[in-house]
């Protein structure tokens, strides 16, 4: 369904600042897989997340998405099919609008942008339904601007706007980590919920390994620009934290050389 083929990006090649991001990166997800990423800092997390969402364009490999190649597609060609939600909850909604006005910009996405901000009445039951289920009350607030809301409030909603439009695939990229515990675990539960109800081919950027071990169906470990595990469901079910920095101490000396390991 989402299939990253022998990616490699190179950022300032050549110089003393050289950095490689992504080494040879493969990764095939089925349809309705949501994957967890862990990793070390600088370890190419985001960078595999903007070479799928088109943000940075990749050195060599294929990203293809439904078989078909979508590398020379733009970033904003591909963000009907691919939802994002950042880090800083600030990033994924515009502040001056109201929460109306941003789930329109949302609901139009891909298409036409003129008359985007326009909400009419039928559109306006629909936001309001839609954000009935994050049961924080944002749909009697239609008229708020975005910018009043609380990091929480407003995280969870850029969850709502990057799946509004029935995107196929879903990229998170530490969307939880700005939060304290309490909206973090609103936007977590969220979260599940909508990749489960839209059936959303998901990735997960995280630094927390009991998030990454609660949450979906698989998880990766990367370092130094290379996946070094992938977990099944059934193998991340039994470990712990623990089982999870012992893998890593174990695999980032070896990773490199043995190939076998990575398997
Ligand atoms: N736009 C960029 N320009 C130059 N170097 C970059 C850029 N983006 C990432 N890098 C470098 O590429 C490497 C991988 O970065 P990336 O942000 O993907 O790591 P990460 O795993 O997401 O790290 P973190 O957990 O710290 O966010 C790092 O060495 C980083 O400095």
Redesign the pocket.
Known sequence: MLTIDQVSKT??PGTVNE?K?LVNVSLEMHEGDFVTVI?S????????LNTIAGR?PQDHGQVLLDGREISGQKEHQRAARIGRVFQDPMAGTAPNLTIEENLALADRRGAFRGLARAVTGAKRERFAEELKVLELGLEDRLKTKVGLLSGGQRQALSLLMATFSGPKVLLLDEHTAALDPQRAELVTRLTRQVVEAQGLTTLM?T?NMNQALEVGNRLIM?HEGQIILDASEEEKRGMTPDDLLQRFATLKGAALDDKTMLQ
Do not use: E, Y
């Open positions: 950022f300032f950095r991001a990793g800092n600088g370890a190419g997390k985001s960078t595999i940075i950027v630094h990367m």
